[in-house]
């Protein structure tokens, strides 16, 4: 009787997730990955609802191309490794299209320009560059194309966080002297959040050129057709210059 209750159980696992594997395959809901530590380009608000502008522009894509997404929350260390095996089908989180990014993944049309820049203390004076800060500690969130730019400057002593805003916080606690962000994200530290209004500074100009993509599995055409018409949709119409006005200006 035992073996007869295991060998039934194994068939109606089997059998569910067979049923699993064929829901999902069929599903035509794109399930799309998101770091929600962004702000103001994806992040949880208050009242603990992700929000932001990749997430307003996900969604205006979504009506205009006629498809149905998911959003999840996914932490960025390994995003990039849960969209090769499947577990979502792209990935929109400040994402900066580059080469070695290229030959493992496909990138939509660009959507942003966002270049990185340096961050300081209102009070910090003599620094107009990353050149300025050689011998000093600058905070970067780790794996970030902030991160891979530092090694350009040697002589800047780098110190990497599991978030962004890991190192703006040392930065007011005096434990780095500067932190190299995306540029977008540099404006909501130094100017929409009121923790540090007043007390931080961005200093000179983006020292890089960095377009943001949406990324897809290395070989998907047809979803990466289906995300362009939709981004040349709300590019067409305005709606991106309109999120854009109202998250990033």
């Known amino acids: 009787m035992k073996k007869l209750s295991i060998i039934v159980l194994v068939i109606a696992l089997a059998a569910s997730a067979s049923l699993f594997a064929a829901g999902a395959e069929d599903s035509d809901t794109i399930v799309i990955a998101s770091d929600a530590t962004w702000p103001p380009m994806e992040y949880i608000d208050t009242n603990g609802d992700l929000v932001g502008f990749d997430i307003d522009m996900l969604n205006a894509m979504a009506e205009a191309g006629g498809l149905t997404i998911e959003i999840r929350n996914t932490a960025w260390d390994g995003i990039f490794a849960g969209l090769k095996n499947g577990a979502y089908d792209a990935v929109c989180s400040s994402v900066t299209i580059t080469e070695e990014r290229q030959a493992e993944m496909d990138f939509t049309e660009p959507y942003i320009n966002a270049g990185q820049i340096l961050i300081v203390k209102q009070s910090m004076s003599g620094v107009s560059s990353l050149d300025d800060m050689s011998g000093m500690k600058v905070g970067v969130q780790n794996g970030t194309t902030g991160d891979f730019a530092l090694d350009d400057y040697p002589d800047v002593i780098r110190k990497a966080y599991d978030e962004v805003g890991f190192a703006v916080e040392d930065l007011m606690n005096g434990q780095v002297d500067g932190v190299v962000c995306d540029s977008i994200v540099a404006s909501d530290f130094v100017l929409a959040n009121e923790a540090y209004s ?52």
């Open 198 to 249: 007043g007390k931080l500074k961005i200093v000179g100009e983006p020292f890089t050129d960095e377009f943001f993509g949406i990324a897809v599995q290395k070989g998907n055409s047809e979803l990466l057709a289906k995300l362009n018409d939709s981004l040349a949709a709300i590019k067409a119409s305005g709606k991106l210059d309109e999120l854009i006005n109202t998250w990033l200006r």
